[in-house]
C-alpha cells in the first residue's frame, strides 16, 4: 500500500536551530516525492520536489530509498518558516499525490 | 487574475441533506483533485480527473460524488451517505498529472 507517513505533529525549535521534519514512505516503484508548506492564512503551496534536487527559503531534502525516507531540512530555522508541512507522494501509475498527516513547525524567537 | 476559486467559503448542512462544493479554476490545467483535511489525518484525497468527462476515485470517495463536464469545473457532492462530513474541503488542479499542485482556498463544511 502507499503510504506517507509524519511522525511528528508539532517541531518546536529555537530560532536559529537547526530542524528536521520526517517523512517516511511506502511504495513499490520509483517514488516521486514532495514538501507541500501552508504558512497562516495562505494557501498550501508546493514547497520542493525531490527530482529537482533544488534548496528552496533554505530547505532542501533528500531522498534515501534505503531507509524510505525524505526529511525535510533546514540548518538556521527562521520564524517565518513556522507553518504547517506536508510530505506527498505521487504514485506513477495513477497520477495520485497522497498527503502524509502533516507536522506543524513553530520557530520560536 | 488566474487561480482556482472555491466556493462558499463556508458552508452548513442539515441532515439527510446533499450539498455542492464549487471549484472553478482559469489556469487551463487538465488535472483536478479534491482532498478532505481533518486535524490530525493530513490530506486524504476524495476523487480526481485527469481530464475533461473523466474521473477516479481516490480513498475515501465513499459518500461523495463529482462531474467534470468542463475543463474550468470540478463540483464536488456531499450526499446524506457521508455520516461524518464536517471537515475542510481542498480542491486543486495541475497542468498534467505530474505537475505540481496549485490548492484553492478551502470550504469548510458543518453539520447543523
Known amino acids: 500500500a502507499q503510504r506517507v507517513t509524519q511522525p511528528e505533529k508539532l517541531l518546536s525549535v529555537f530560532k536559529g536551530a537547526p530542524v528536521e521534519l520526517k517523512c517516511n514512505y511506502s511504495?513499490?516503484?520509483?517514488?516521486?516525492l514532495f514538501w507541500y508548506v501552508q504558512y497562516s492564512r495562505q494557501r498550501l503551496q508546493l514547497l520542493l520536489r525531490?527530482?529537482s534536487r533544488e534548496s528552496i527559503k533554505g530547505f532542501t531534502a533528500d531522498l534515501n530509498k534505503g531507509e524510505t525516507s525524505f526529511h525535510l531540512k533546514k540548518p538556521f530555522a527562521q520564524e517565518e518558516d513556522s507553518a504547517m508541512y506536508y510530505c506527498?507522494?505521487?504514485?506513477?501509475?495513477?497520477?495520485?499525490?497522497?498527503f502524509g498527516q502533516g507536522t506543524t513547525l513553530q520557530v520560536k524567537p | 487574475d488566474g487561480g482556482i476559486t472555491q466556493s462558499p467559503k463556508y458552508l452548513f448542512r442539515k441532515e439527510g441533506q446533499n450539498v455542492t462544493l464549487s471549484c472553478e479554476q482559469n489556469?487551463?490545467?487538465?488535472?483536478m483533485y479534491w482532498y478532505r483535511q481533518d486535524p490530525g489525518q493530513g490530506l486524504r484525497l476524495i476523487y480526481y480527473?485527469?481530464?475533461?468527462?473523466?474521473?477516479q476515485k481516490g480513498d475515501i470517495a465513499e459518500g461523495y460524488s463529482v462531474s467534470r463536464e468542463k475543463k474550468e469545473s470540478f463540483p464536488l457532492t456531499v450526499t446524506s451517505a457521508q455520516k461524518n462530513p464536517t471537515a475542510f474541503y481542498l480542491c486543486?488542479?495541475?497542468?498534467?498529472?505530474?505537475?505540481?499542485?496549485?490548492f484553492g482556498s478551502g470550504t469548510q463544511l458543518s453539520v447543523l
Open positions: 486543486a488542479s495541475s497542468m498534467r498529472q505530474d505537475e505540481k499542485l496549485f
Open positions: 489556469l487551463n490545467h487538465d488535472a
Open positions: 480527473s485527469q481530464i475533461v468527462n473523466d474521473f
Open positions: 511504495y513499490s516503484g520509483s517514488p516521486e
Open positions: 506527498a507522494l505521487r504514485s506513477g501509475n495513477t497520477g495520485k499525490l497522497i
Open positions: 525531490h527530482i
